[in-house]
């Protein structure tokens, strides 16, 4: 088992960075990866970038590619997204996801991840 709390969105100006955190509580921190989403009114859940539980493989989606970066801190128990550049069309609520190892590295799908935080708003504004 295992609970992720969100935090860091906000309103940002166009070009603007935010960071977003994940917390993790759970028996085993390392035993999962971690995926970042994001959903927009009316759509999808959207895979957004993911890190395996050693932090040694990553991916990121086409339309963040180059201005996202995940990373995680596996002494503190927390995932990060760092978010340049943000446009408009990077407004959603962001999720952060947990995915056990054993169900194996396909991190782009939703319906892979076991656990989901509450989700943070991020609004970027023009």
């Known amino acids: 088992q295992v609970q992720l709390v969100e935090s860091g969105g906000g309103l940002v100006q166009a070009g603007g960075s935010l960071r977003l955190s994940c917390a993790a509580r759970?028996?085993?921190?390392?035993?999962?990866?971690w995926g970042w989403f994001r959903q927009a009114p009316g759509k999808e859940r959207e895979f957004v970038a993911a890190?395996?539980?050693?932090?040694?493989?990553?991916s990121c989606a086409d339309s963040v590619k180059g201005r996202f970066t995940i990373s995680r801190d596996n002494a503190k128990n927390l995932v990060y997204l760092q978010m340049d550049s943000l446009k408009p069309e990077d407004t959603a609520v962001y999720y952060c996801?947990?995915?056990?190892?054993?169900?194996?590295?396909?991190?782009?799908?939703?319906?892979?991840?076991?656990?989901w935080g509450q989700g943070t708003q991020v609004t970027v504004s023009s």
């Open positions: 759970g028996r085993s921190f390392t035993s999962y990866h």
């Open positions: 890190i395996n539980w050693s932090g040694d493989i990553s």
């Open positions: 996801g947990a995915k056990r190892i054993r169900t194996g590295w396909a991190p782009s799908s939703a319906y892979e991840y076991d656990y």
